[in-house]
DNA sequence: TTGAAAGCGCTAACAC
DNA sequence: GTGTTAGCGCTTTCAA
């Protein structure tokens, strides 16, 4: 910047002003220090604007895993908040518990980013204390915490619109395939789609049996393996709700290794909608994956502009998509 | 800073000292400065410390799309090596030729980040040039420069194998489905694949015929609708050999609309090996995603600490992987 | 072994 | 309109 300055024969806080627009410049020392940075081919220098500013012009996102598809899609949708402002996004992946706790405390740091998004994880009050201190903003997606800005889909009405899909076809033995309902992540959506199963069941007078569900591991195999397990029973439940689509899709495999005709002999229904459930066309329970991106991104990216008020929580609709997976039981 | 130096009653040089562990600092001293760190809830500001060091402990992954899966599986590469050291990564996502140009211009400056990654984008010789002259680490991956490290796979070979493997089974009529050879992003790999399956026809004195070819935009539904058009005419191709996975479950789809057996009546073969390919018995060619962002991660950050000497390609091994839909002509 | 002080590159108050 | 200057928070000579 001194030798812009020194080029155009000015100051360096002459070139500050007309790089960054500001104030009142002659239009003909606003020439002689743009060309003179041109000629040299000069920027700014962003860590010190960001040191002088307390500006860092970064936003971080905080995932779990990368590996979930629905959590990529929703991570495009804050690239596309990104994109809409100055600010470039981090994206940090934690695998465990440990890592993430370090790297909360790590980016609560008001120095370190203007601002957090949290992606699928949910949060415990220490770590929403440490945030509130720092007056870092953040915004969570796909979790729960009343002292926060959020955005989310009601889960619970989601597990319920998906039982009452398949009850309203007549099925009456519908099992529940979920990751851990206590894992060590404790995904509170996991816990509220089944709130929601219990809850339609319940309204239609079917009893919740514990012998209709099974929880483990995320993953399509792990899936397969518990539909496996839970068709194999005697007298199986006639229909599925799996708490994602990538579960529903692991539901499918086993139906056909049992030769189990879907939707003829058994109905599969999913939750998320993430591309491959159109390919597999697979009933299933849209929720807006991408938009809840864009929509948190965009409110964070207001936070840094404008410190926020009360926390609010941003409720997208969920969608029940009816295709080809569902169907009255016995045909 | 001030603060913790004031509280353990030493300098600030001192404090610096301890906390980077540096120097000779008395055991006394040292505990006075931790203490007061402690008690103060204090950490450096990175900002302040990259403005003064000059590095920034960041890293750059430049990349065209989040859609496409095997983008995604080489930059969950990518993170793994970050993850192993303590630079943080910025994700930028370009979506037109312009977009790029902007970004490619703006982070090869030196105090934006301490190196770069390209991801799946070909760069031509004036990016190339500017990062060069400022010196920003730089490494390709699936890219080609002979100026540049890069880790990438032998696409021609690999074309080669594919085309190949369908001769092998005795096929004489094989079909070749792809994005645009020429496109606006120049993706030089599917050229390369394009190349290989030339090769292997010719070598096996089997014509090289354009109503066998098909290019488009890049999508399961194009190649669907490609592979309708392939596969409608009269005399059409036994074998499809489609330039990625998601090409060839689109062959898949159509192949199922038109009610033509895979692998009795087309065998297809597809390449990256995506997770998608195995659940879908996918015969491919597998190419190392995941470990292609995880070499080029750490050869980058490798040149960060050393700067490199002349610039060295890394060829990763690719692997047929015979799977279900690939079988001799006419069952 | 520790402290004083300069300076990384920028911006904004204040002077002119 | 433009220049001077202080200072953002850190590290690192140099001196003690």
């Given at each position: 910047m001194q030798d812009v300055a020194a080029r155009a024969g000015v100051s360096t806080a002459t070139v500050s002003r007309v790089i960054n627009g500001s104030d009142y410049v002659s239009e003909a020392t606003r020439l002689k220090v743009l060309r003179a940075c041109a000629e040299l081919d000069y920027s700014l220098n962003p860590i010190a604007q960001s040191l002088r500013l307390g500006r860092t012009k970064t936003i971080a996102a905080i995932l779990s895993f990368l590996t979930l598809p629905s959590i990529v899609e929703r991570l495009r949708g804050v690239q596309a908040a990104m994109a809409e402002s100055d600010c470039d996004l981090l994206?940090?992946?934690?695998?465990?518990?440990?890592?993430?706790?370090?790297?909360?405390?790590?980016?609560?740091?008001?120095?370190?980013?203007?601002?957090?998004?949290?992606?699928?994880?949910?949060?415990?009050?220490?770590?929403?204390?440490?945030?509130?201190?720092?007056?870092?903003?953040?915004?969570?997606?796909?979790?729960?915490?009343?002292?926060?800005?959020?955005?989310?889909v009601d889960d619970e009405t989601g597990g319920k619109m998906a039982a009452e899909h398949l009850i309203g076809l007549g099925h009456r033995k519908i099992g529940?395939?979920?990751?851990?309902?206590?894992?060590?992540?404790?995904?509170?959506?996991?816990?509220?789609?089944?709130?929601?199963?219990?809850?339609?069941?319940?309204?239609?007078?079917?009893?919740?049996?514990?012998?209709?569900?099974?929880?483990?591991?995320?993953?399509?195999?792990?899936?397969?393996?518990?539909?496996?397990?839970?068709?194999?029973?005697?007298?199986?439940?006639?229909?599925?709700?799996?708490?994602?689509?990538?579960?529903?899709?692991?539901?499918?495999?086993a139906a056909k290794e049992l030769k189990i005709r879907v939707p003829e002999e058994l109905s599969v229904i999913g939750y998320d909608n993430i591309r491959d459930a159109e390919y597999m066309n697979l009933t299933t329970i849209h929720q807006p994956l991408f938009d809840s991106g864009l929509e948190a991104g965009r409110k964070l990216l207001n936070m840094v502009h404008a410190p926020s008020s009360s926390p609010v929580e941003i409720i997208l609709p969920l969608k029940l998509l009816k295709r080809g997976t569902t169907a009255p039981p016995g045909g």
């Open positions: 994206t940090l992946s934690v695998g465990t518990p440990e890592a993430r706790d370090a790297i909360l405390e790590k980016y609560s740091q008001r120095a370190r980013t203007d601002g957090v998004l949290i992606i699928s994880m949910p949060v415990n009050d220490n770590h929403v204390k440490r945030f509130l201190n720092s007056g870092v903003p953040l915004v969570l997606i796909d979790a729960q915490h009343p002292e926060l800005n959020r955005v989310n529940f395939i979920s990751s851990y309902l206590k894992n060590p992540f404790q995904f509170s959506s996991t816990l509220a789609r089944y709130k929601g199963y219990c809850e339609a069941l319940e309204s239609a007078d079917i009893p919740v049996l514990r012998r209709y569900q099974r929880e483990g591991e995320h993953g399509r195999e792990y899936a397969r393996d518990m539909a496996l397990d839970l068709l194999s029973q005697p007298d199986p439940p006639t229909a599925i709700f799996a708490s994602s689509d990538t579960k529903a899709i692991g539901v499918l495999d």
